[in-house]
């Protein structure tokens, strides 16, 4: 039977539907969230945001007063010279603590928030190996956990939970790494081998996904119901919002962006296809072309991201080169997001992921190529902008994730 | 504010959340819906199959059956040897009649269906020109109407509303043709005009979308929650159901997938742009290679659909040039459906549209082509389905979307 997205507009087939579909949340998880996002609000303002009686509102707060959730402070006075400030609501940054991770092929990265989803402390460290196996993951995972535990001054046991993102297919349901360039192996239970061994709640994700949520918690995405992420570093990512979730594809294993194909029998990808998107615009596509164009010596056991950077150097210097390298990317991912925006039609592209530092990429002139291979429908022109978060988004991203749980276990259960 | 996408499941980033949606439509119409999908129930199997109380499917059809709109009809026993058989309840298949109309270059085609979805009449007009004007276009739907009303034995007068499917660029909610290759404006404000000329309320949607809709209601999509549709005639479309709802794009314009790019300055589209997916495989471009393969006389007025059939005949018969051209159109369109399975990850895929009277689109070798040009991850593959419905698929989707919206005003007003 198929079901309807509202309760405001109950046609199946008539209208928009996902555009159209209302809020299902229960009240006292939506009066929270804004809260968390507003920073600090009066009940007035929350029942006046919320559309529901100051009544509801009061019942709600009064119990997320009590159970330690939020927290009475004083408000902003609207007129200096009238009266004592209002009173105004905040969540209580010190109600629990949790942590992000990401794990990447050369470094690792790990932030450890407060309840509010403010920051409190980042770490990094370094990979020793491309691929490792399950062993390697967990203690990785660990080392890069407890660096910013103690640059946090906390313990593992002080945490409430841990979200982790990493680049592949990941069944976020299951907690199954199903396949991940950083792995060894497939199938990995990586999400209960790593709950097991912090002795803490995990949630795992895509690293696509994590950067989505991010940007849908606390970046560019906080304002908008609908956008899509697309991601390039060693591999290229997608993420999308629809009606204000993360959609994960019918099977919830996400979006695989990066391999579809732009050109048939083209590039040779890394999945051991041809013509894939990333064997143009990831890392490794620059890298071995940069190998042909620089003065490379193949002893030298330069880091990837190091010969990016002179590659990079050596374009802006007029090295032709290096030139023609960073503009067949920058063409081939215009093609990639013209796919994207003819086939969803979102009202917003992020950019984002450490290739963004090389501005050929979405340079004026790749705008417009995508613009030049979309349909001209009269469809209004998606906003693109360039994600500048820096390395640690990522692992906010995973933190989003392993609060939205917390959030979701603390204010599900005895529901308002 | 992030939304969440079920009351049972209120994770915000956990999960996933498209896929755990839960039922938010009125439960007098979900109830509604199933009794038609099904056919005819008792209210003890409404009420197990809705997980609600005996007693709150009572007075809701209590109140459908006052309305007019279901009836009382005697069930099947059980038990033949035990006393009276059940009462069911049925949908009223003569509450109510409907139209749908599906508009393409060469052919118009409509229905006539009762309130049951159940066909009553179709008709079938040629087209004077492959692009209309506005007076051209609501000349020609009325007739196509007026000849299905003539073959029914009905008045316009017993109609409750008409649904109206053209290729293109349509804004449904607005019932706006942002851009038609059948019209010779844009922005046209279709639905208006047509129901102020009809004197009936009209719905309008890309044909598209119909189709899915038709699959959704009457088809195979009827058991999925989520299925993509590609059709292939004079133009490649696609409609995608997500969680038993039409998606339409973040505007609400659909997915332009017959213009996504599969190959750099590639084979020129009709919409001007190069490498389009439709360029190679969609009637326009198959009919400019066979000029070339066959013994073609331009002097001719020969149809596309003509040329196309002996196109098909010359390939069976073992000629090489024709063989090659749907050998690259499968090919292709392998590219296309690789491209779809990766972002989407669907669990059905249901080719459709005239084309697919051609086997080559979808031999083995394609089916193949698609799964090799597949990331392998783990991830189950979907489904392919060819659908076999004939030309009339279209205009019963178009009616669908007239039921939908009529089902949407007289169960969604006054709410159960």
Redesign the interface.
Known sequence: ???????S???????????R??????LR??LF??LR?SGASSRSDLARELAVSPASVTAITSELIANGLVAEVEGVPRDASRGRPPVALTVRPDAFVIAGIKLSDDAHSAVILNFAGEMIAEATTTSAAYRMTIAETLNETEEVLEAALAVAGLRRGDLAGVGLGLP??ID??AGIA??SPLLTE??VALGAMLAERLGLPV?IDNDANLLT?AE??FGAGREM???VVVTIENGVG?GMV????????????????G??????DGALCR?G?RGCLEAYVADYALVREAQTALDWNRDTAESARHLLDRLFAEAKAGNQAARSIFRRAG??LA?GL??VI??????LVILSGSQMRFDYLYAQDVLSEVA????D????T?RVEINAWGDMVWARGAA??AL??L??QL??EN?G
């Open positions: 039977m198929p079901a309807d997205s509202s309760l507009t109950p046609g199946r087939g008539c209208g928009p539907l996902l555009q579909q209302t809020e299902t949340r229960p998880q939506r969230e804004l996002a592949g297919v976020h349901a199903l396949w497939r199938g949630a949520l849908l918690w119901s609908d956008f997608m629809l009606q204000n979730q993360l959609f994960r594809g019918g099977h919830g294993l996400g979006m695989e962006l391999h579809t194909k732009v050109q048939r999945c296809r063409r081939t093609v013209s796919n003819q086939l969803f039609d979102p009202h030049s291979l979309t349909l429908t009269g469809r209004p998606p989003a994730l939205a749980r959030t979701e204010l599900g529901r």
